[in-house]
């Protein structure tokens, strides 16, 4: 029967060995070197469990980063745990960033094996990265079921900012993202969330301390893992960071948006508005997820009153659509109202059938907001030579070389 198991195990198995086998249980562990940051010793998410009759039922392994600090104290309790031992296994998953629990060193072994066989200590594998000149590095990171997504580390002069997923894909599918291009895959678990934070740390050996929930996926649309992955990266007896240091954009999900602020942590929020009429909206975010620009305003006005918190309106400029002195003027308004700050986005190459601004058009357009009194920035859309700028981000079920479009200004490689 092991063997049975085994062979199944092995069919569906990417890479990787099979490191144990005992009476009940086989477990697969993969073992990838990814310099310098040393190996990752993963455990895929499913158990085939052999019961005597010789029925076999599969059981799924659970990032324990997914569970809530209630559920891990009550799963150690019921383990003859001692109180004191989620603070340990907190200090090795969010502290030293370790991915196996063999690593926890003052854990007791017999705890370690009990574990690994309800849970993975991390879920993601490296599989491609690609360096830009401008100092953004995107990863391709595969999950324990095969499917991948993307993350990219951001570096400005004075730090460091993870962008990370929420969703494989996403149900949105604005007209210029390819994120959105073949809908939703699945959401992503909590974990898996607060696994590419700790994968960048790891990666850099430093802890990082900006977060941009800007990469696959929208948010609001996975609001329970997303609260629970940030609520994680805040906890003091976690990740610690600083919630003014994470910002959420959203394509404008106002129930979202309102249940965000009720949360009442105040991470900062960026609404993704692109047009000023509902009309020019709804030709860029398709009419299942475009609420009424009244309705997702008044949303934001909501979390602004609730957390204290400005409001972000990011504005992916698209000439010859959103960039006429109307949109200008109505702009700035909604700005004003809302004391909110502009972030111009020049529109990123999709392959869209949408232009690309030139930076005289960026220029006009933002000199024009300033001067109707808005405050705004520009968002320097980095990593664009390696499609890691805004948008550019999308699934990929192939490994590097596959379909990598590095250009001669970047670097890719296999891990
Ligand atoms: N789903 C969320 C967060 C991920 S998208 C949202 O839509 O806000 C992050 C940002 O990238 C959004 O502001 C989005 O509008 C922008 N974006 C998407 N495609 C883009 C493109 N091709 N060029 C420039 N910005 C783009
Ligand atoms: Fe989804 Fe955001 Fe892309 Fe729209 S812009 S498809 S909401 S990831």
């Keep these: 029967m092991h063997s049975e198991g085994a062979k199944a195990l092995e069919s569906t198995a990417l890479y990787g060995s099979i490191s144990s086998r005992d009476e009940d249980a086989l477990a697969l562990s993969y073992f990838v070197p990814v310099p310098p940051a040393g190996h990752f010793n993963i455990r895929i998410s499913y158990f085939i469990v052999h019961h005597p009759g010789g ?15 209630d559920e891990l104290a009550a799963w150690l309790i019921g383990h003859g745990q001692p109180a004191f031992r989620r603070a340990q296994i907190y200090d090795w998953l969010y502290r030293k960033w370790v991915t196996a629990f063999d690593d926890m060193r003052n854990i007791p072994t017999s705890l370690h094996n009990e574990l690994a066989t309800r849970f993975s200590a991390f879920s993601i594998i490296p599989i491609d990265r690609q360096t830009a000149q401008d100092g953004a590095t995107k990863f391709l990171l595969k999950l324990s079921d095969a499917n991948t997504i993307e993350t990219v580390i951001l570096h400005a002069a004075d730090r460091y900012t993870v962008c990370i997923s929420t969703q494989v894909g996403c149900p949105v599918q604005c007209a210029f993202c390819a994120s959105g291009r073949h809908g939703l895959v699945r959401n992503l678990e909590p974990g898996e969330i607060v696994d590419q934070v700790i994968f960048a740390c790891r990666h850099l050996g430093v802890r990082i301390s900006n977060v941009v929930v800007m990469g696959m996926g929208e948010p609001l649309l996975n609001l329970h893992n997303t609260i629970a992955a940030l609520d994680a990266l805040c906890d003091p007896e976690r990740m610690a960071m600083s919630a003014r240091r994470i910002t959420i954009s959203t394509s404008g999900i106002p129930d979202g948006i309102r249940a965000l602020a009720d949360h009442g942590v105040p991470w ?54 959103n960039d006429y002195p109307e949109d200008c003027r109505g702009l700035a308004s909604i700005a004003t109202t809302l004391h909110a700050k502009v972030n111009v986005i020049p529109l990123s190459a999709t392959g869209a059938h949408f232009r690309v601004p030139s930076q005289k058009q960026i220029r006009d357009f933002v000199h024009e907001l300033q001067r109707q009194g808005a405050p705004v920035t520009i968002r320097e859309s980095k990593g664009a030579s390696i499609e890691a700028a805004c948008g550019q981000l999308r699934s990929r079920d192939k490994p590097a070389g596959g379909d990598s479009e590095a250009t001669a200004t970047s670097g890719t490689e296999s891990l």
């Design 55 to 69: 029925l076999q039922k599969t059981v799924k392994i659970r990032n324990i980063k997914s569970l809530s600090k």
């Design 268 to 321: 900062n929020l960026a609404l993704s508005l692109h047009a000023v009429t509902d009309k020019k909206r709804a030709a860029i975010i398709p009419a299942v997820w475009c609420s009424p620009l009244s309705t997702v305003l008044k949303a934001c006005e909501y979390y602004k009153q609730t957390t204290g918190r400005v409001v972000t309106l990011e504005y992916t400029l698209i000439p010859g659509k």
